[in-house]
């Protein structure tokens, strides 16, 4: 595998559900990023991980858990999500301010 | 708080003409500018970037442009082909951080044939 994974590519679940987003990066970067894109609004950034900063979207709801366990994996836990956060779930790395590279994205659908 | 303003939202042009979709950014310490594309369900990729050092960038058929006084910076696109057609975001560097982007709400080309 090259450049950055996510799995799964889609997930479907209830809003009881608990779940998690995996994300690998294999480019050797120090930063890793969660990002939501819904339709027709800029990308949402959530949360950042990187030896110097870690930064979390204080709008971003407790439900969603990040956990960078080292530079080269990111996950995101989901529990109770609600409809609304429907949307492509989108991962990144970066070496420091240059490039993001983002992964394929996960199609999330809260029923 | 700092935000990124693109437009427009849709942009339909003629294949073979030009397109531009215009940023423009509030925060005045933003040194770092990147655009990238995003095709029909795949992921955004970087095309081209610009620091705030420079005015211009040019790499084949699309171009940067920086106007730091005016706080805005142009996407330009020559000699549309159809592989162009795809949802275009800018983004500024955020002062007080290494790391994060603020993004702007992203512009829709269509190219016609």
């Known amino acids: 595998e090259t450049g950055v994974t996510q799995t799964p590519r889609h997930l479907v679940m209830g809003m009881t559900n608990k779940k998690s987003l995996k994300c690998e990066q294999h480019?050797?970067?120090?930063?890793m990023y969660w990002y939501k894109q819904s339709a027709k609004k800029p990308l949402e950034l959530m949360f950042v991980?990187?030896?110097?900063?870690?930064?979390e979207n204080n709008s971003v709801p407790s439900r969603f858990s990040p956990e960078c366990p080292n530079s080269s994996h990111l996950f995101l836990h989901l529990h109770t999500l609600q409809p609304e956060d429907s949307a492509l779930y989108l991962c990144?790395?970066?070496?420091?301010?240059?490039?993001?590279?983002f992964g394929p994205g996960t199609r999330l659908t809260v029923l | 708080g700092e935000n990124v303003e693109q437009h427009p939202s849709t942009l339909s042009v003629q294949e073979g003409d030009s397109a531009v979709i215009k940023c423009t950014y509030s925060?005045?310490?933003?040194?770092?500018f990147p655009w990238y594309k995003q095709e029909l369900g795949k992921r955004p990729q970087l095309i081209i970037d610009?620091?705030?050092n420079v005015g211009e960038k040019k790499d084949q058929r699309i171009a940067v442009t920086l106007n730091k006084t005016a706080k805005h910076f142009s996407l330009h696109i020559t000699e549309t082909q159809p592989e162009d057609s795809a949802v275009y975001f800018c983004?500024?560097?955020?002062?007080?951080?290494?790391?994060?982007?603020?993004w702007g709400a992203g512009t829709k080309l269509i190219i016609k044939p």
């Open positions: 990144a790395s970066s070496q420091s301010g240059r490039e993001q590279f």
């Open positions: 480019l050797g970067h120090n930063a």
């Open positions: 991980y990187s030896l110097e900063e870690r930064v």
């Open positions: 925060d005045s310490a933003s040194n770092y």
């Open positions: 610009i620091r705030s």
């Open positions: 983004a500024a560097s955020r002062a007080d951080s290494n790391y994060q982007l603020i």
